[in-house]
């Protein structure tokens, strides 16, 4: 019967798909690859998988494209044919199990190199658990007292610990904050412990349950484990996870380890002489060689720990202390995570800080927290990369951009690992409105430095130009996440919002105002108690022929007999020119340019206008938000309409003193901007 059963765990003529990396490496988080398949060999390969038929492949590394080497069972979906008869097909990979290379043959392709097929076996949790990738050490006898940590990730990035006392998740790094937050908008907690726990020792399985409710995270309620641990419990082998929706009509998932989880035990440095010696003997080092061999271990072991206690000291005085202290304890932090040796917790800790700044309004602290992040991101450790860094942001900042992301390809050629190149690239890309490749660039970054909250805005941006509206925002909240007063993710997400807003609220009104200013003088809803004027400002005819401008002032003013405070979320303008022409635009009211009013109080600005026509009528109008029953209740008001040409004329200097007490919002000028 084992026989029969090691037989089932075989595939024969499996056709192989390779890159250079494996696939968790080349993977999205949830294991899913998107692969577009071009070359004859793998189109060949898509049309034997294809619906109706197994829809299974193998993927292994190029090096391990041989007899011996190791894989994974992928299952593919989503299949979209170009043309079935060439090419090319967009289809997305999964990873099922993994598997061992027995044999490998090759089948020719006509216009392409040849098709791999492979005679494999599949490897169980039991046959993963008996493999043991490291010698087996003292105190890893079972899991109780170890600590697991993901690739990519560290202590308390999702990490599991195993405590005599209880088992849990921590969420305590600062690097956890890439999370998304629960689906109630908090934070994961700091721990999450593990319920119903139970562990075979026999089959070295973990069983336990991490329940939300009655919140949920990413739609899911429950999510139920199975640990299979390696033989010398190094790592999580087998088994996975199920994840149990909070809506009973919806999907539940399965993740497995090993294939879409990655993890591995904690590793403890040998911080004493004793436990160094010890292992140097079994190695087989001379004793008379023993002092020498353990000091030149030993020395940079207490190095790393000396930095880590620095930072552990830097941390604490940074969150807390007089403010002195804290500004110190941020510099000493900067030196700590700058190249070309950075201490790796040093950069956690600096985000850790930069939270605890936020929460507390500590702005000098948190602009010299940021400022550290800035230099370290800036820096690569290699002069000449700097140097050719330093040209591309020159050429940045020169708005020669398709000379800019040409240097930054130099950067990367020399320094792929280098986050600063790719977020650069992705600026210059976003300039030249090549938004899917900035976008690109800007996932590269992050893959190397997730909690870049610049990268992260950036991408959205990028996103919201493309019309991928939801993913623009997760990428804005994420970026507020880490810092939660980053202005550009804040007016950004701001904008966004009050976008759809406007479109919902105001546009309609627009529309209907600006077919009747055509025509006649529209039925206006002017705020009794708001106002606006404009006088013209006089032009030198010689040097500004063609050329109007208009200097207006406005109150808006929040009657007394009215209920609760009102918050601006846009305006708009409708100018009628001599000739006819019709010009309507928005403007949102975000960051500086918000106001809120109670009842009774006024808000007061002025800007100026440059044309290239004379103005005949202007109307203006504003969208305010206020709350009835504790839900948003939106207000279209007008203000009454205006005549220019008719109206006072000044000289540039009045306009300062018209304009005391009122706030300056700037100037625009709707020649080069609209022609109008």
Same mark, same amino acid.
């Given at each position: 019967m084992a026989r029969i059963a090691r037989r089932c765990l075989r595939v024969k003529d499996l056709p192989l798909f390779s890159l250079q990396h494996s696939f968790r490496e080349l993977a999205e988080y949830s294991g899913e690859l998107a692969l577009n398949l071009f070359e004859p060999r793998y189109v060949e390969l898509a049309r034997r998988i294809a619906p109706p038929g197994p829809s299974q492949f193998g993927y292994?590394?190029?090096?391990?494209?041989?007899?011996?080497?190791?894989?994974?069972?992928?299952?593919?979906?989503?299949?979209?044919?170009?043309?079935?008869?060439?090419?090319?097909?967009?289809?997305?990979?999964?990873?099922?199990?993994?598997?061992?290379?027995?044999?490998?043959?090759?089948?020719?392709?006509?216009?392409?190199d040849p098709l791999y097929l492979a005679h494999v076996q599949l490897l169980s949790d039991r046959d993963l658990s008996r493999m043991c990738g490291l010698r087996k050490r003292p105190g890893a006898a079972d899991m109780v007292g170890q600590v697991y940590i993901q690739d990519g990730g560290g202590l308390g990035s999702a990490s599991y610990h195993f405590e005599p006392q209880g088992s849990y998740i921590s969420y305590e790094s600062a690097l956890s904050t890439a999370f998304s937050p629960l689906d109630d908008g908090s934070q994961p907690p700091a721990t999450k412990a593990f319920e119903n726990t139970s562990f075979d020792k026999d089959t070295q399985t973990f069983r336990g349950t991490i329940n939300w409710a009655p919140r949920s995270w990413r739609g899911d309620q429950r999510w139920e484990y199975e640990m299979v641990f390696s033989a010398d419990y190094e790592s999580i082998v087998g088994g996975g996870v199920t994840a149990v929706p909070a809506d009973p009509g919806g999907t539940t998932k399965f993740l497995r380890f090993g294939v879409n989880l990655h993890y591995n035990r904690l590793q403890l440095s040998l911080d004493t002489a004793e436990a160094v010696t010890d292992v140097l003997l079994q190695s087989g080092v001379r004793a008379s060689e023993m002092e020498a061999s353990a000091g030149a271990y030993l020395e940079p072991v207490r190095a790393r720990m000396s930095h880590r206690r620095a930072v552990r000291r830097a941390l604490k005085r940074a969150t807390a202390g007089r403010h002195i202290d804290r500004l110190m304890a941020v510099q000493r932090l900067r030196r700590l995570a700058a190249p070309p040796k950075?201490?790796?917790?040093?950069?956690?800790?600096?985000?850790?800080?930069?939270?605890?700044?936020?929460?507390?309004?500590?702005?000098?602290?948190?602009?010299?927290?940021?400022?550290a992040l800035r230099v370290c991101w800036e820096d690569s450790g290699n002069a000449k990369v700097n140097a050719e860094m330093a040209q591309g942001v020159q050429l940045l900042q020169d708005h020669k951009m398709e000379e800019a992301? *040409?240097?930054?390809?130099?950067? $990367?050629?020399?320094? #792929?690992?280098?986050?600063? =190149?790719?977020? %650069?690239?992705?600026? !210059?890309?976003?300039?030249?409105?090549?938004?899917?490749?900035?976008?690109?660039?800007?996932?590269?970054?992050?893959?190397?430095?997730?909690?870049?909250?610049?990268?992260?805005?950036?991408?959205?941006s990028c996103h919201y130009e493309l019309?991928?509206?939801?993913?623009?925002? *997760?990428?804005?909240?994420?970026? $507020?996440?880490?810092? #939660?007063?980053?202005?550009? =993710?804040?007016? %950004?997400?701001?904008? !966004?919002?009050?976008?759809e807003l406007v479109d919902e609220q105001l546009w309609p009104r627009m529309v209907r105002l600006v077919t009747a200013f055509s025509d006649s003088e529209p039925q206006i809803q002017p705020l009794?108690?708001?106002?606006?004027?404009?006088?013209?400002?006089?032009?030198?005819?010689?040097?500004?022929?063609?050329?109007?401008?208009?200097?207006?002032?406005?109150?808006?003013?929040?009657?007394?007999?009215?209920?609760?405070?009102?918050?601006?979320?846009?305006?708009?303008?409708?100018?009628?020119?001599?000739?006819?022409?019709?010009?309507?635009?928005?403007?949102?009211?975000?960051?500086?340019?918000?106001?809120?009013?109670?009842?009774?109080e006024e808000y007061k600005f002025c800007w100026c206008l440059v044309v290239g026509r004379e103005i005949q009528r202007a109307m203006a109008g504003l969208l305010l938000e206020g709350s009835a029953d504790g839900q948003p209740e939106y207000h279209n008001e007008e203000l009454p309409m205006l005549f220019p040409t008719g109206s006072p004329e000044i000289d540039l200097a009045d306009a300062a003193v018209l304009g005391d007490g009122y706030t300056f919002t700037g100037h625009l000028d709707l020649r080069t901007l609209a022609d109008f």
């Open positions: 292994a590394q190029v090096l391990q494209h041989k007899a011996g080497g190791r894989g994974m069972l992928v299952g593919a979906s989503n299949f979209n044919w170009h043309d079935p008869k060439e090419g090319p097909v967009v289809l997305t990979a999964r990873g099922l199990q993994r598997f061992r290379i027995l044999s490998v043959q090759s089948e020719e392709v006509e216009g392409g950075p201490v790796a917790q040093a950069e956690n800790a600096l985000h850790v800080a930069l939270l605890t700044a936020a929460e507390r309004g500590e702005g000098e602290v948190q602009m010299a927290i940021e400022e992301a *040409e240097a930054f390809t130099r950067v $990367l050629d020399q320094a #792929p690992n280098f986050a600063e =190149a790719w977020h %650069k690239r992705s600026m !210059a890309f976003y300039a030249q409105k090549k938004f899917r490749e900035a976008v690109e660039d800007c996932v590269k970054a992050l893959d190397i430095r997730p909690l870049h909250y610049w990268c992260l805005t950036g991408m959205g019309g991928e509206t939801d993913k623009a925002k *997760e990428c804005w909240k994420a970026a $507020l996440r880490i810092c #939660p007063t980053m202005p550009g =993710a804040r007016n %950004k997400l701001d904008e !966004a919002e009050v976008r009794g108690s708001s106002h606006w004027d404009v006088h013209r400002i006089r032009m030198d005819e010689t040097n500004y022929p063609g050329v109007w401008a208009y200097f207006f002032r406005l109150s808006i003013r929040r009657p007394e007999s009215t209920e609760g405070p009102v918050k601006s979320r846009a305006r708009f303008y409708l100018l009628k020119g001599t000739d006819g022409k019709v010009f309507p635009f928005l403007r949102s009211t975000i960051g500086d340019s918000s106001f809120s009013l109670e009842p009774g």
